[in-house]
C-alpha cells in the first residue's frame, strides 16, 4: 500500500493502477472495490482502466476504505489527465474559455454555490465545485446529463447544458448532508400517500424539512435547489449508489401544483425505472413511455381513481373546487392543476385558488 508520506508515483499510469496494487495487497476483487466507491461493476472496471474520471466522491470513499489521504487520490487524478492531455493543452485555454460561457457563473456566484479564492482562475474555481480535475473528467462525468440536457432544447426558450449540470451538481452537493437510510422502494411507495397531507401545508418553511426527512427515511436525498439561467428544468432522478437516490427539484413554477405533481412525477422514476439512470423533466421533455408511466402515476396519487368520476363532474367554481380538494386530501391549487391538464378549464382560470411562492433572493430557497 502507497506509504503517506514517501510514495512518489508514476504520473503517467492511470489511478486505476495504484487501485488495483492496493486490490493485490489486501486480496481484495473488482467486486469490493464496487460496494466501497457506490459504483457499477462496469463503472469499476472503467475506473480502474483510467476511462472513469476519479472525483472527489470516489476519493472520499477511498480515504475511507484504504487510509489514503482524497487530496492524494484527486493529485493523482489530476496529474494523470493532464498528461494525458498532450498536445491538447495548446488549445486549452480557448476550451475552457467555451466552458465557461455554457456556465452560469454569475448564478452559481449569487446562489452561494460558487465561492472563487482570492486571486483564483475562474476554470479553477468552477472545476473545483464540480469535483474534477479537468474538462474531459468533466465531460465524461456529466455525460449522461449532457446528452439529456441537449434534447430539451427550445428555439424559444434555449437551455443550456452546462447551467443544466450546474444544477444537478449543487442538488449533490445539497444531498450529501442529508442522512439516508438505504434504498428501500417498498417502504418509499408505502410513504407517498402518507405525503399527499403535506400538499395542504401552505409554508414551505414547514413541509419542505418534512419531506426531507421522511423521503431520507427510505433512501431518498429529496434536493430543492434553484434553477440558475439557461436551465429550464424543474426536477431530475437517479440513483448514486445502490443504496441512495437523489430526486432533485427546482420549485421552478413556484406553484404548489407543479411542485408537487414534479415531486411525485420524480419519485414515479424511482420506483418505476431507478434501474434505468438518469431522468431529467422540464417544459420540453420527451413524451416517452416512461414520462407518461409516470405523469400517470402522479396524477393517480394526488387525485386517486376512486375520485376520477367525481373530478370529471365536478362544478368549476371556487366553492366546489375548495370542498372537492378538502375532501380528497389536496391542496385546491392541486385539483385546480388537474382540471387544467385536463382541459377542463382554461390554463388561466381558478389560479387564486394556487399557491404562489417566491424566492428568498439572500438563502436562495424558496
Known amino acids: 500500500m502507497p506509504d503517506r508520506g514517501t510514495f512518489r508515483p508514476d504520473w503517467i499510469s ?59 487520490w484527486m493529485a493523482r487524478e489530476s496529474m494523470y489527465r493532464r498528461e494525458l492531455a498532450g498536445l491538447e493543452a495548446r488549445t486549452s485555454g480557448a476550451a475552457a474559455r467555451d466552458w465557461l460561457k455554457q456556465l452560469p457563473v454569475n448564478d452559481m456566484i449569487q446562489f452561494g454555490w460558487l465561492q472563487p479564492r482570492k486571486g483564483e482562475d475562474p476554470l479553477a474555481a468552477c472545476l473545483r465545485f464540480f469535483g474534477t480535475p479537468d474538462l474531459d473528467s468533466w465531460r465524461a462525468v456529466y455525460r449522461d446529463v449532457l446528452k439529456g440536457a441537449a434534447f430539451r432544447k427550445s428555439p424559444s426558450f434555449p437551455s443550456s447544458p452546462g447551467a443544466v449540470a450546474a444544477w444537478i451538481r449543487q442538488g449533490e452537493r445539497q444531498a450529501t448532508s442529508i442522512p439516508c437510510r438505504p434504498w428501500n422502494a417498498r417502504r418509499f411507495e408505502a410513504l407517498l400517500p402518507e405525503i399527499r397531507p403535506l400538499t395542504r401545508k401552505k409554508d414551505p418553511r414547514v413541509f419542505l424539512p418534512e419531506l426531507v426527512r421522511r423521503c431520507a427515511d427510505c433512501g ?35 406553484t404548489d401544483d407543479q411542485f408537487w405533481f414534479t415531486f411525485f412525477h420524480e419519485a414515479a422514476h424511482l420506483l418505476l ?49 375548495i370542498r372537492f380538494a378538502r375532501f380528497v386530501g389536496v391542496s385546491p391549487g392541486i385539483v385546480v392543476g388537474q382540471l387544467q391538464h385536463q382541459g377542463r378549464i382554461p390554463r388561466n382560470y381558478l389560479n387564486k385558488l394556487k399557491r404562489h411562492y417566491a424566492w428568498d433572493e439572500e438563502s436562495a430557497s424558496p
Open 220 to 254: 431518498v436525498a429529496v434536493a430543492v435547489v434553484r434553477a440558475p439561467s439557461g436551465c429550464r428544468a424543474s426536477g431530475a432522478t437517479r440513483f448514486v449508489s445502490d443504496r441512495r437516490a437523489l430526486l432533485l427539484l427546482s420549485f421552478r413554477y413556484l
Open 273 to 321: 425505472h431507478g434501474e434505468r439512470g438518469f431522468f431529467l423533466e422540464g417544459p420540453d421533455s420527451l413524451s416517452t413511455k416512461e414520462e407518461n408511466q409516470a405523469s400517470d402515476f402522479a396524477a393517480n396519487l394526488l387525485v386517486p381513481s376512486a375520485f376520477e368520476k367525481h373530478l370529471m363532474t365536478l362544478r368549476t367554481t371556487h366553492v366546489d373546487v
Open 14 to 72: 492511470a489511478p486505476g493502477d495504484t487501485i488495483a496494487d492496493i486490490l493485490e495487497e489486501r486480496d481484495l476483487a473488482p467486486d469490493d472495490l464496487a460496494r466501497t466507491i457506490g459504483r457499477s461493476l462496469e463503472e469499476t472496471g472503467a475506473l480502474l482502466q483510467g476511462r472513469l474520471p476519479l472525483t472527489t466522491d470516489i476519493a472520499s470513499r477511498l480515504e475511507t476504505a484504504f487510509g489514503v489521504p482524497r487530496s492524494f
